[in-house]
């Protein structure tokens, strides 16, 4: 037996496509087959599985666990939930070698996919090709696993209020935070947790339903904050958060309305976080800004500037040992008190416990960071085969320049008055662009920046397309 799959699905970080057209059934047992294969080889032999609010996932999860059984690994099956209920039965259950959620992410109702876990590491890029290589050529193992389902939603949400660490309580008895689930998977966890926080809490959409009736689950986009910031303003809440499909990545507002991006979340973590751990490494992504890593170095901290993906980050972290870490994109990592994954409800209690230990309200440490103007993140369209070409080029022209360069991950020029990036996205036939300066004619001369290169290499940034 053999199995090919659709050229698109097998990505850097995860697995995904679209249902019906690239991804069904088939690819999910080929892809438990090839898991449970490599698995065993490594000396592992149980895989934790659990799925998010997706019409497709339920009928996705019975294929995988065939694949999986049928390559001799044993299943333990959490059911609906967030990736990081998922991440957490992995990494809190000694039994446990690796684990597989079946998610969609943010991405629109009729995607889906898979993010997997290999005995305590992100399984990706080199291990995602193999699993194609495997298919293609049949090299599975045989075998008989047994299947068993485990009750995990209590457990996880007791773990959860344990981020609100050394908070007295009683302090925050008078806290009112305003929480959007958007439908999706976190809805569950997210109303047993708020019934055991301090303080008053009022939930949106959480309902779990994989059509996302009321707004596309992605808290980077601002407009998705609308419901999340009539809320605030009607309710008079100190602050509200929001969360995407499967509640890996975190978005918020302060008591104003005013968003605070991935990076400016990561300010207000790193600040607390470094208080008891000194001269630590705080990683951020090539897309954050200049003022969090002036941010990190003030608070003592040592900043890191890493490559774009969550999985490339969590590999970072666990090689330079740091307790922090975050993205652009809303994913945040804690490895101080927690296990290190991306966790946007755990990231919503640390919000709380920040704020609570260092003093000051959410809306006074929004207001406190220092104003820059830049662009969001600009996607546009680029033919695969000129993708990673194009950044070379951009990266040899300026090496004969006296450009200030950092080549992470594409490339990133800092000038005096900001900085401008361009990189090749690993997922999608796009090249990202970002810049950022502290005036509006700054960032003008930043942009043009951008565009004499592309044009250079004969390409237009013209029209950004979307996630």
Not at 356 to 373: I, K, N, Y
Request: hydrophobic share 40%.
């Amino acid at each position: 037996m053999t199995h090919q799959f659709d050229s698109t699905v097998l990505r850097e970080y995860d697995i995904r496509g679209i249902i019906g057209e690239t991804l069904g059934p088939d690819d999910a047992r080929a892809i438990g087959r090839g898991f449970a294969t490599l698995l065993r080889r490594a000396g592992g032999s149980k895989v934790a599985v659990g799925y998010d609010g997706r019409i497709s996932s339920p009928m996705l999860e019975h294929a995988l666990v065939e694949g999986l059984t049928a390559s001799g690994c044993d299943v333990v099956t959490i059911g609906l939930g967030a990736t990081p209920m998922l991440y957490y039965a992995e990494a809190s259950s000694e039994d446990v070698d690796g684990g597989i959620q079946i998610t969609g992410s943010h991405n629109p109702a009729n995607y889906n996919g898979f993010k997997m876990v290999f005995q305590g590491r992100p399984f990706f890029g080199a291990d995602i090709q193999k699993l194609g290589e495997m298919a293609a050529t049949g090299d599975w193992d045989a075998g008989a696993g047994s299947v068993e389902s485990r009750e995990i939603l209590g457990e996880y949400v007791e773990r959860l209020l344990m981020g609100l660490g050394d908070v007295d309580r009683a302090a925050l008895a008078d806290l009112r935070v305003g929480w959007d689930a958007g439908n999706g998977a976190a809805g569950p966890a997210l109303e047993a947790l708020a019934a055991k926080l301090p303080g008053e809490h009022h939930l949106l959409f959480t309902d779990v339903d994989g059509n996302f009736p009321n707004h596309h689950p992605d808290p980077t986009v601002e407009e998705n904050l609308a419901d999340l910031r009539a809320l605030v303003a009607e309710k008079n809440l100190h602050f509200g958060v929001a969360f995407d499909g499967d509640g890996d990545r975190i978005g918020a507002i302060d008591g104003e309305g005013r968003v605070i991006w991935g990076d400016q979340l990561l300010m207000i973590y790193a600040e607390d976080a470094l208080k008891t751990r000194p001269g630590a490494t705080v990683i951020a992504d090539v897309k954050a800004s200049r003022a969090l890593f002036e941010r990190i170095a003030e608070c003592g901290g040592t900043p890191l500037m890493w490559k774009t993906g969550h999985s490339l980050v969590k590999s970072k972290m666990k090689e330079t040992g740091s307790p922090l870490a975050g993205e652009m994109s809303g994913h945040v990592f804690f490895a101080d008190d927690y296990y290190g994954y991306d966790d946007a409800l755990y990231a919503g209690v640390r919000l709380i416990a920040a704020s609570a230990r260092l003093g000051r309200s959410v809306t006074e440490l929004r207001g406190a960071m220092p104003p820059m103007v830049n662009t969001p993140e600009l996607r546009f369209q680029v033919d695969e085969s000129r993708k990673f070409a194009a950044i070379r080029e951009v990266e040899e022209r300026l090496a004969n320049s006296d450009a200030d360069v950092n080549g992470t991950d594409g490339v990133r020029v800092s000038t005096p008055d900001g900085w401008w990036l361009l990189r090749a996205s690993n997922t999608q036939d796009v090249l990202v662009a970002r810049a950022e300066s502290d005036s509006e004619e700054g960032l003008a001369r930043l942009m043009a920046q951008i565009d004499e290169q592309l044009a250079l290499s004969g390409l237009e940034l013209g029209q950004s397309v979307g996630h």
